[in-house]
């Protein structure tokens, strides 16, 4: 991947950190599930764009939040289960 391209799916990391801070300030009901993946998702994005322009602290903290998002997800799932 180039720089480039890091840069873009680093954005869209972000933004998908930002719309997941949005809707939870928003919303009227929670949806753990589309929170949690939100989340997932973004802190993805971001390690990809880390490994390009590789930074240690912001790699620990997208990490750490990958697998609290990851622990969030499988709670939620489990609580929709009858």
């Not at 609290?68 to 499988?74: H, K, R």
């Amino acid at each position: 991947m180039n720089g480039t391209l890091a840069n873009v799916v680093g954005l869209m990391g972000s933004a998908l950190f930002i719309t997941a801070f949005l809707y939870s300030n928003m919303a009227q009901s929670m949806n753990f599930v589309l929170f949690n993946i939100l989340n997932l998702a973004g802190a993805f994005l971001l390690i990809l764009s880390l490994s390009v322009h590789f930074n240690l602290a912001a790699m620990v903290m997208e990490i750490a939040w990958a697998i609290i998002a990851s622990f969030g997800l499988v709670k939620a799932l489990r609580a929709r289960r009858p």
